[in-house]
């Protein structure tokens, strides 16, 4: 059974800043094929198994079609701020690892200069936000996607995002502006704020362009 719901993420470390619309399907998508996965020793095909979850779909009179779920907004709670990381490889460690076998390196010198032995360094934006989504669909089976959600936004790989906790509530239908994401650009909704046309996804998953087309977008991201 469908209902009209809130997802309010609270994080426990700063998350990167996204640079893109950060969709609320998109992740079910992803906890959706990491259920999969988790539910056998076969490999799992991504694109069979991203579009089945538990919410509604919206589709435009070109019949183009969307999951009723916005996009996250950020609650901001601090200023963005730059942080870095940087990265460099232990040459020792990996003389040893050469000469035990365990790395196949033909060169008896490393290029400091470039590859894999070149440092770097990282800036990404940052900040301490909460998230929230509205969408339509069902409550109990959404809840049991989210319980595994752990992280949110890029830079998961050294702690940005942590999740410490998902609320997920029944509101009214009103108050449920599942419309705040990419449309199709023929829609018939009533949606509230200024969009523009742009090139982006419909669906997950997302950073797919050759899926990309022309949408309606917020333009108050």
Same mark, same amino acid.
């Given at each position: ?35 999969? +996965? ?57 003389? +040893? ?75 009214? +239908? ?48």
């Amino acid at each position: 059974m469908s209902e009209f719901l809130r997802i309010t993420v609270t994080l426990s470390t700063p998350m990167v800043e996204p640079n893109n619309l950060l969709h609320l399907d998109g992740l079910l998508a992803a906890l959706r094929v990491r259920q999969a +996965e988790a539910a056998t020793d076969e490999p799992v095909d991504p694109l069979e198994v991203q579009h089945d979850i538990p919410l509604e779909r919206y589709t435009s009179p070109s019949m183009e079609w969307v999951f009723k779920a916005s996009a996250f907004r950020l609650h901001r709670e601090t200023e963005t701020r730059m942080w870095m990381q940087s990265g460099r490889m232990d040459l020792v460690r990996v003389a +040893e690892d050469r000469q035990s076998g365990l790395l196949k390196l033909r060169a008896a010198k490393p290029n400091l200069a470039g590859g894999y032995f070149k440092s770097s360094a990282y800036h990404n934006p940052i900040l301490w936000a909460g998230l929230e989504a509205y969408c339509v669909g069902d409550k109990q089976a959404i809840e049991s996607l989210l319980k595994d959600c752990d992280q949110v936004g890029g830079r998961r790989g050294v702690g940005s995002g942590k999740v410490q906790s998902i609320e997920v509530c029944t509101i009214s +239908e009103e108050e449920c502006n599942w419309m705040y994401r990419a449309l199709p650009v023929d829609t018939d909704l009533a949606v509230q704020g200024e969009y523009a046309t742009s090139m982006k996804g419909l669906r997950p998953p997302y950073w797919d362009r050759t899926q990309h087309l022309p949408v309606l977008t917020p333009l108050d991201f």
